[in-house]
């Protein structure tokens, strides 16, 4: 779980270029006949600090609750689904705040497509793959045995992929990717522990 919210860490980055250069957040598009029609004028960099900040708290919310979880809840029963619930929460809040920023924050009177047509051209197939993987996950917490911890798996991969379609998710859902594997060890080792009982 820490290691995954390192990375996170270390690949935000690309998450200020999602929401300026391709959601067009705070960003409107000259009229025509203008000067500059056909072109986006977006606030400067300090316009995107409270955003940023936005983006970091969730990530370190989302970081600290789930290295707890994982080292101090000891029953897995208990431990899976908080760490799966928590992966989906911190899916839905950055693709929600995404939207929502598009739907709201993007002057697109001017512009060929809405704010929300943007959003769903820049992170519409990144969001299907993590719902995906996202329900994928949920499934995992169905079945014991081996299922289990393959969908766990599957569900960590489909979250990645998701990240390497919109890298501008990542800082929050490469979290996600590692409360999902978390989750995963802890199916396995119920499965290893069953299975040296018997």
């Known amino acids: 779980m820490l290691v995954s919210g390192i990375i996170a860490f270390i690949l935000a980055s690309p998450a200020l270029d999602l929401v300026r250069e391709q959601l067009h957040h705070?960003?409107?598009m000259q009229?025509?006949?203008s000067e500059g029609a056909g072109t986006w004028i977006c606030s400067d960099g300090i316009g995107y600090l409270g955003f940023a900040g936005i983006l970091a708290?969730?990530?370190?919310a989302v970081v600290l609750s789930g290295c707890l979880i994982a080292l101090l809840v000891r029953p897995s029963r208990q431990a899976r689904p908080a760490l799966v619930i928590l992966a989906a929460l911190s899916t839905a809040w950055v693709l929600g705040l995404t939207w929502h920023g598009s739907a709201t924050q993007v002057q697109d009177q001017y512009?060929?497509?809405?704010?929300?047509?943007y959003w769903l051209e820049a992170v519409?197939?990144?969001a299907l793959v993590s719902v995906l993987g996202i329900a994928t996950g949920l499934l995992s917490l169905l079945p014991v045995g081996p299922l289990s911890w393959v969908l766990g798996i599957l569900a960590a991969v489909l979250l990645t992929v998701a990240?390497?379609?919109?890298?501008?998710?990542?800082l929050n859902i490469i979290p996600a990717v590692g409360?999902?594997?978390a989750a995963t060890v802890r199916a396995i080792g119920v499965a290893t522990r069953e299975g040296s009982s018997t």
Not at 57 to 60: A, H, Q, Y
Not at 111 to 117: D, I, K, N
Request: glycine share 20%; hydrophobic share 40%; net charge negative.
């Open 31 to 33: 009229p025509p006949g």
């Open 163 to 170: 990240t390497v379609l919109q890298p501008g998710l990542s």
């Open 124 to 126: 519409g197939p990144a």
């Open 26 to 28: 705070n960003c409107g």
């Open 57 to 60: 708290i969730g990530w370190l």
């Open 111 to 117: 512009a060929p497509m809405t704010g929300t047509e």
């Open 179 to 181: 409360l999902l594997a």
